[in-house]
């Protein structure tokens, strides 16, 4: 099995922090901010092992990335692969308007 390394944006760094900060701070909810950390974590363990089996996206403006969802949670990555490097581009809610947030 093909191992891909994997490389998270600023952007998508930023983003996790931010639903990580949101949950610590307006719930006070340490262990469920350990949680969502932990999932992301194993969500992108996950994608070294699968990154490139996953199809892509069909939507308009999303040529070329693909989308997973964390394993635990209600949250998705957008990530793009090149020359086996997973790219993780954006981390979004489920809840959110990914199509007009991402482009």
């Known amino acids: ?8 944006t600023r952007e998508a760094e930023n983003q996790l922090r931010e639903y990580i900060d949101y949950i610590l701070h307006t719930f006070k ?3 469920a901010a350990d949680a969502v950390w932990s999932d992301a974590m194993e969500t992108m363990e996950q994608l070294t092992r699968i990154a490139g089996s996953i199809p892509d996206m069909t939507k308009p403006g999303f040529e070329g990335y693909k989308r997973i969802n964390f394993l635990h949670h209600s949250y998705a990555i957008i990530y793009r692969v ?3 490097v997973a790219y993780v581009e954006r981390i979004f809610h489920q809840s959110q308007d990914i199509d007009n947030k991402f482009i």
């Open 82 to 84: 090149d020359n086996g």
């Open 29 to 31: 909810l340490e262990q």
């Open 1 to 8: 099995m093909r191992e891909y390394e994997v490389v998270v």
